[in-house]
């Protein structure tokens, strides 16, 4: 008998994520506080997961068009109009989807050949570079840093341009710095873009989830409509991570071709989330402000306290990420999240997950509730004070 045949090299060379590694360690310990999640910690709003019953009740298992549900599309449509001046077509131009993440996906098969280049910028969501891989495209990490805030500088995007460079990928308000874009960088951003004739991939899952100043549609620039492609979504803002609903906009040629993969790959998304979405958009704002405001208490608790700690720790403006630095422990970000979670019991992940510039940084999740955030904080405080003093 033969042997059998390797697996894909671009997918057996996929990196494992760094997330992973901590959450299965913590899942195997007892009475572990866990700041390591990307989710809020609310439960859909009642009337969501009511209007779901009683789709289901009433029979509506179906397939649903391609595209989507007509209705949630238009709802869609008249949502980003109203908030961000944005004009989307519902019918060729906005396309319902299993999550960003699959949006994501085809939207970087769409625009990607063998070997194109996306200009990434980093720290970020660990999904881009992976996705730009999996599209047969090369990711390029561009850093951003501490110092700036993290803002990207378009020179470092520029020194990192080549033939090949194909589009840039960005996401804010961003996971896992919290920090939001000025909306000059952006506007510098979509120039550069213009420039070069760059897409713009523009991953605004965290747009509600902001506590001060106002969310930047980045459809909505100067000179960005023509080039870019939108992605939200319902898991965030609306608590509804597992109903797997997201959605794509963009100019209509790109997507007709998005949505031919996504009819070939995916057919549509579940019936059931689109129902239970549309009674979100429909309805829930309410509960969007309620958890908003939630999480902007916890949002003051968690970045105090790592501050009286003496882990310095800027003010995220949005998402539910506070991003401390650990540089003063003298730790690495790794051996500091990994001491952390056996010798303390919290789980929290460490910047190098996110790539360049996360280096002595972690990650920390304030979608939980107040209590754990201060007891959290209590033992975390306990591990930075028995550590020996790092010698300057
Ligand atoms: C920046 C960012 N984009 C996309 C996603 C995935 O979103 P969805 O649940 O819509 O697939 C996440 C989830 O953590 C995220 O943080």
Known sequence: MAALKP???????????????????????????????????????????????????????????????????????AYLQKRYKVAYRPEDQILITVGVSEGLDIALRTILDPGDEVLVP????????????????????????????????????????????????????????GVTMPRSVLQDVVRFAEENGLYILSDEIYDRLIYDGEHTCVPSLAGAYERTILFNGFSKAYAMTGWRIGYVCGPAEIMATMMKIHSYTMLCAPITGQKAALEA??????????????????????????????????????????????????????????????????????????????????????ATSVEKIELALTRIKSFVEQLPKPTT
């Open 7 to 77: 697996i894909a090299k671009i997918a057996g060379q996929l990196p494992v994520s760094g997330i992973r590694r901590f959450f299965d360690i913590a899942a195997s310990m007892q009475d572990v506080i866990s700041l390591g999640v990307g989710e809020p910690d609310f439960v859909t709003p009642w009337q969501i997961r009511e209007a779901a019953i009683y789709s289901l009740e009433r029979g509506q298992t179906s397939y649903t068009s391609n595209w989507g549900l007509i209705e949630l599309r238009r709802e869609i449509g």
């Open 122 to 177: 980093e720290p970020c969501y660990v999904s881009y570079k992976p996705c730009v891989s999996l599209a047969g495209g090369v990711p390029v990490a561009v850093e951003t840093n501490a110092v700036d805030n993290f803002a990207i500088d378009v020179d470092r995007l520029r020194a990192q341009l080549t033939s090949r460079t194909k589009a840039i990928l960005i996401g804010y308000p961003s996971n896992p710095t």
């Open 281 to 366: 958009i429909k309805s829930a704002e309410p509960h969007v402000l309620d958890m908003v405001s939630q999480y902007g208490q916890r949002r003051k608790v968690m970045v105090d306290g790592f501050n009286s700690i003496g882990l310095h720790c800027h003010m995220p403006q949005g998402a539910f990420y506070a991003f401390p630095s650990v540089a003063a422990t003298g730790l690495s970000a790794e051996d500091f999240a990994e001491r952390l979670l056996f010798e303390q019991h919290v789980a929290v992940v460490p910047g190098t997950a996110f790539g360049a510039g996360g280096a002595g940084h972690i990650r920390c999740s304030y």
